[in-house]
């Protein structure tokens, strides 16, 4: 009878056990978060001759995988840390303008613009911000 109630009882510690090196070992989930973003060009004119379009975050540089970004499924070009170092986005404006052709984007009108990616630790951030696109000649000038 003792032989029963000791081998029942190193059963169940075995099983404690062995759950317990099962949540240990289990992965993380990790969560999503939103980020403040501020995209310039605020206006995006189609006819400009500008190259990029620049995503400036509150996210540590230091804490984002950087190839990981993009903007409207659009991959990042490359990025850099701010002077309080924070993640800077810079995306090929050909590539933005090309979602014009597209449908993607409403010209003349106001279209959201969502930056997302990972951070070094897998948690996903996105941001998003509203900005004004035209289709106008620039005129003016010229730097005379």
């Known amino acids: 009878m003792m032989y029963r109630i000791i081998k029942r009882y190193c059963l169940m510690f075995l099983c404690i056990i062995a759950l317990m090196i099962f949540f240990i070992n289990a992965p993380i989930v990790c969560h999503g978060f939103e980020i403040m973003i501020d995209v310039a060009p605020s206006t995006l004119n189609i006819q400009s001759q500008g190259t990029v379009v620049t995503v400036h975050t509150n996210i540590a540089f230091s804490s984002v995988e950087g190839g990981s970004v993009t903007l409207n499924d659009i991959p990042i070009d490359w990025w850099k840390a701010d002077n309080q170092g924070n993640f800077v986005a810079k995306f090929l404006m050909s590539e933005v303008k090309a979602m014009a052709d597209a449908g993607d984007l409403v010209v003349p009108g106001e279209n959201e613009l969502t930056l997302i990616g990972y951070t070094k630790d897998g948690a996903e951030f996105t941001g998003t911000?509203?900005?004004?696109?035209?289709?106008?000649l620039p005129s003016g000038s010229g730097g005379k």
């Open 129 to 136: 911000q509203t900005i004004t696109v035209i289709n106008v």
